[in-house]
Structures are given as structure tokens and as C-alpha cells.
């Protein structure tokens, strides 16, 4: 079975330091993988996915993440922080079909 | 192209009653998911349809159905309401064959 798991539910960063939201998986099959964030009273909205290929992936944002099979990592980071950033972040693996499995989320806030 | 739409954004019900939530995927997606995020649950897959079929059940008991058109719109109903159904309900739309879903805003389902 597939299952994701977001290492803290709350990270908060100053403005300008770096992001750095964590995410691990298990994975029977080789995964897809993805990051979604949410801001307030909206849905998700994608960032990023991971498929195949280059295990260095870039999305919107500035954001990009980080494949690392041999940890069963798949990392977010973004160097520089903007008070916009806040929001939730989830990541999530899906099971090549119609279904996405999310780990618990983080919550992520800037401080000016 | 326009993004996912769901109707209502916000429902208000009383238990017992039921309830239908509609969604609109991306033009040229076929398939269609659907979400339920509740603080205490986070998000959870609840089924997928594909050219008017369901081909993925999450575990939910069967008071929560759905369908699809041949247009690729979708339904999700919810028969006797509990409180505990009060959550955002999102539906998602994929490119198939890929896996990436794109994410509607969400109906804020209240249940009293």
C-alpha cells in the first residue's frame, strides 16, 4: 500500500530564508509523486510532480523538489521565502490510477 | 482554458436531508475525482469516474455515490446526512493518461 508522510504540520521560516518542507513515501510500485498547495477557503493547486527522468524538478513559484529514491524523499524547497508562501502544503503520491494519496499537510508560515 | 468548477461553493444541510454536488472538469479531461478534507481526516480519495464508469472506490460507506455524463460532468450525492459529513468536497480532472489532477474550489458542506 502507498502512504505519504509530511514531517511537521507546522514550519514557520523568516522572510527570505530558505523553505524547506519535507515529505516521505512508500511505494510499491515506482511512484509519482506531487506537491499541492492550498491558501485559505481554495483548493489545491499543483506545484510540482515527479513522474520519471530527472529527479530534480522545477514548478511554479520558485518552488522544486528533490527524488531521492535510495530515501524515499521527495523534499520541497524554494530559496528565498515570500510573505505569499504561507498557505499548506501537501504532497502526495498517486497509486497510477485516478487516486492521489496526501500525507497530513504543513502549514507553513512567513514572518515579515 | 477554464480551470475545474464545482456548485454550489457552500451548502448548508440539515441531517438526515441529502445533498448533490456538482462538478465541471477542464475540457478534454475524462476523468474525474472527488475529494473529502476534514481537519480531523485530512484529505480522502473518494472515487474516481472515467468515461462515465467508476473505476476507483475509496472507503466510504454507501451513502456517498456519484456519476458521470457523457460530457464528462460530474455528481456526488450524499444520502442521509450525518454531522460528520460536514467538510470542503473536491473534485479533481486529469489529463489521462497522465497523472496529475488539477483541483476545483471546493463545496463547503455544512451539516447541522
Known amino acids: 500500500a502507498q502512504s505519504v508522510t509530511q514531517l511537521g504540520s507546522h514550519v514557520s521560516v523568516s522572510e527570505g530564508a530558505l523553505v524547506l518542507l519535507r515529505c516521505n513515501y512508500s511505494?510499491?510500485?515506482?511512484?509519482?509523486l506531487f506537491w499541492y498547495v492550498q491558501y485559505p477557503n481554495q483548493g489545491l493547486q499543483l506545484l510540482l510532480k515527479y513522474t520519471t527522468g530527472a529527479t530534480l524538478v522545477k514548478g511554479i513559484n520558485g518552488f522544486e523538489a528533490e527524488f531521492k529514491k535510495s530515501e524515499t524523499s521527495f523534499h520541497l524547497t524554494k530559496p528565498s521565502a515570500h510573505m505569499s508562501d504561507a498557505a499548506e502544503y501537501f504532497c502526495a503520491v498517486s497509486d497510477q490510477g485516478g487516486k492521489l494519496i496526501f500525507g497530513q499537510g504543513t502549514e507553513l508560515s512567513v514572518k515579515p | 482554458k477554464a480551470g475545474v468548477t464545482q456548485t454550489p461553493r457552500y451548502l448548508i444541510k440539515t441531517r438526515g436531508q441529502q445533498v448533490t454536488l456538482s462538478c465541471s472538469p477542464i475540457?478534454?479531461?475524462?476523468?474525474v475525482s472527488w475529494y473529502q478534507q476534514t481537519p480531523g481526516q485530512g484529505l480522502q480519495f473518494l472515487f474516481e469516474y472515467f468515461s462515465e464508469t467508476q473505476r476507483n472506490k475509496g472507503n466510504f460507506p454507501g451513502r456517498f455515490s456519484g456519476r458521470q455524463f457523457s460530457n464528462s460532468r460530474s455528481e456526488m450525492n450524499v444520502s442521509t446526512l450525518e454531522l460528520g459529513d460536514s467538510a470542503l468536497y473536491l473534485c479533481?480532472?486529469?489529463?489521462?493518461?497522465?497523472?496529475?489532477?488539477?483541483f476545483g474550489p471546493g463545496t463547503r458542506l455544512t451539516v447541522t
Open positions: 511505494s510499491s510500485v515506482p511512484p509519482y
Open positions: 479533481a480532472s486529469r489529463p489521462t493518461p497522465t497523472y496529475e489532477q488539477y
Open positions: 475540457s478534454g479531461h475524462r476523468s
